[in-house]
Each structure stands twice: as structure tokens, then as C-alpha cells.
């Protein structure tokens, strides 16, 4: 597992393992990004927010994104390795993973 991978299993919650499990079957989910978003937002977790973590996906290569207007976006699991990532991902947050 990368250090992305771990820092996205770290800051992932019941909502935002439901709106991924969607996006494996193809759904979008819309959110605002920030581009400002750098790893001192990232040091409290659970001040950690969906717009955090959705840019850390993107900022990752995990997810990608069109733009709906503004600052929020449709973002999306973009290609097979990405999925299976998030597969994995899922797997070791509900526990089924040793």
C-alpha cells in the first residue's frame, strides 16, 4: 500500500465508502475541489473534510474530474487500475481484508 493509499484509507468514512462504492459501478459524485489543499490541511484528520479528501484522490490519480461550475465538479474512478485500488481500499475499511 502507498502512502496515498494509506493517507485515503485513513480519512475514509461510512459517506464517503458509500459515494466510492458507487463510483465503482460507474456513478459520479459531485464535490467541491481545492486546489490549495497541500498535507498541513491533512496533520487533523478529523478535521479532515469531503473537499480534502476528494482532492487528495485527484491529486493521487484515484479519481478525476469534469467540472459542473464554479468550484464543484463530477468526479469519477478514471481507468481499471484505479478501481481495483479503491476495490481494495473498501475491502480493508469494512475489515474483510486480513
Avoid at 30 to 47: A, C
Avoid at 54 to 67: C, E, I, K, N, R
Wanted: some cysteine; aromatic content about 8%; overall charge negative.
Amino acid at each position: 500500500m502507498s502512502g496515498s493509499d494509506e493517507l485515503l484509507s485513513s480519512l475514509m468514512n461510512d459517506e464517503r465508502a458509500d459515494a466510492i462504492s458507487g463510483m465503482l459501478g460507474a456513478h459520479r459524485h459531485k464535490t467541491v475541489l481545492d486546489y490549495q489543499l497541500n498535507m498541513e490541511h491533512l496533520k487533523d484528520i478529523s478535521r479532515c473534510d469531503d473537499t480534502s479528501f476528494y482532492t487528495l484522490a485527484v491529486q493521487a490519480g484515484y479519481l478525476t474530474f469534469d467540472p459542473v461550475g464554479g468550484d464543484v465538479y463530477e468526479v469519477f474512478i478514471p481507468n481499471v487500475e484505479a478501481r481495483q485500488v479503491w476495490s481494495r481500499l473498501l475491502l480493508d475499511k469494512c475489515g474483510m481484508r486480513n
